[in-house]
T-cell receptor, first 112, second 111 residues
Framework: DAMVIQNPRYQVTQFGKPVTLSCSQTLNHNVMYWYQQKSSQAPKLLFHYYDKDFNNEADTPDNFQSRRPNTSFCFLDIRSPGLGDAAMYLC???????????FGSGTRLTVV | DAKTTQPNSMESNEEEPVHLPCNHSTISGTDYIHWYRQLPSQGPEYVIHGLTSNVNNRMASLAIAEDRKSSTLILHRATLRDAAVYYCIPTSSGSARQLTFGSGTQLTVLP
């Protein structure tokens, strides 16, 4: 089945140590999104790629960056994770003209 | 983005219908109303969307008020697997549309 896959499912990183989360999709969707979801809160959009064009949300910290080397893959880089960055990170995709996002199962990041 | 108001939580008995309300009084004329749900430890999943007319699919029905300032998601027979947080999200129809999640409604289904 076509889907959005996030790896790893759980990630533990040390305070200040760079970490990369990955997302891949087999849907051939042209838009990919990264959301942050802290405990008991709603998902919050960090940024998205529309094809190769990167769109950052105004309040996304500089500590968060993203790369999209091709249509299928997108990465979230956290340069210097702090304790406040512990959260579930969700990747989603959509396609222009088709309604509905498809979300991955998320990566739960713990910062120690 | 249009602001939404949903109950924080609702309960339903298994196999009974559930009506989940959403107020979106500031919705623009071209915004679609999307509903997503998020099961525990999962990413959100698309449920249904509509613009003006009531909509049905295999998961649910969506009833949209004539003035479009509110909508109701209807689960015809709730099951234990329907226990989730349900989000009502007005979204533009353009290619740059984005999902901005509100606080949602936590639905508990009682056996």
């Amino acid at each position: 089945d076509a889907m959005v896959i996030q790896n790893p499912r759980y990630q533990v990183t040390q305070f200040g140590k760079p970490v990369t989360l990955s997302c891949s999709q087999t849907l051939n969707h042209n838009v990919m999104y990264w959301y942050q979801q802290k405990s008991s809160q709603a998902p919050k959009l960090l940024f998205h790629y529309y094809d190769k064009d990167f769109n950052n949300e105004a309040d996304t910290p500089d500590n968060f960056q993203s790369r999209r080397p091709n249509t299928s893959f997108c990465f979230l880089d956290i340069r210097s994770p702090g304790l406040g960055d512990a959260a579930m990170y969700l990747c989603a995709t959509s396609r222009e003209g088709v309604y509905g996002y498809t979300f991955g199962s998320g990566t739960r990041l713990t910062v120690v | 983005d249009a602001k939404t108001t949903q109950p924080n939580s609702m309960e339903s008995n298994e196999e009974e219908p559930v009506h989940l309300p959403c107020n979106h009084s500031t919705i623009s004329g071209t915004d679609y109303i999307h509903w997503y749900r998020q099961l525990p430890s999962q990413g959100p999943e698309y449920v249904i969307h509509g613009l003006t007319s009531n909509v049905n699919n295999r998961m649910a029905s969506l009833a949209i008020a004539e003035d479009r300032k509110s909508s109701t998601l209807i689960l015809h027979r709730a099951t234990l697997r329907d226990a989730a947080v349900y989000y009502c999200i007005p979204t533009s129809s353009g290619s740059a549309r984005q999902l901005t999640f509100g606080s949602g409604t936590q639905l508990t289904v009682l056996p």
